[in-house]
């Protein structure tokens, strides 16, 4: 059974970064379609940052040019560069695969951006 374990979250002044890492671990386990989510409080979770099928970094619109996606093979996590922090980045990061395809979710990590 596949883990995700997500880590790097915390309180943090606009303008600022922070560095998500999203630990994969069971059997068999791989990065492939790995991605980060975000959720607002009553708001649906909302696939941020991700790779394409060809390995390109795609982002959705707010985050673009400020997020930032990578994977480690070494320690078999895919981390989030947050660069550049606005408040309204404030939210509970996830990590998973697709809507097709979850994982069981992870338990998140808070970040929160003052202003």
């Known amino acids: 059974q596949v883990q995700l374990v997500e880590s790097g979250g915390g309180l943090v002044q606009a303008g600022g970064s922070l560095r998500l890492s999203c630990e994969v671990s069971?059997?068999?386990?791989?990065?492939?379609?790995i991605g980060w989510y975000r959720q607002i409080p009553q708001r649906s979770r909302e696939l941020v940052a991700r790779?394409?099928?060809?390995?390109?970094?795609i982002f959705v619109d707010d985050v673009r040019g400020r997020f930032a996606i990578f994977k480690d093979n070494t320690k078999n996590s895919v981390d989030l560069q947050m660069d550049n922090l606005k408040p309204e980045d404030t939210a509970v990061y996830f990590c998973?695969?697709?809507?097709?395809?979850?994982?069981?979710w992870g338990r998140g990590t808070q970040v929160t951006v003052s202003s």
């Open positions: 069971g059997s068999m386990t791989s990065l492939e379609g």
């Open positions: 998973n695969r697709d809507s097709s395809r979850l994982y069981a």
């Open positions: 790779f394409s099928i060809l390995g390109d970094p």
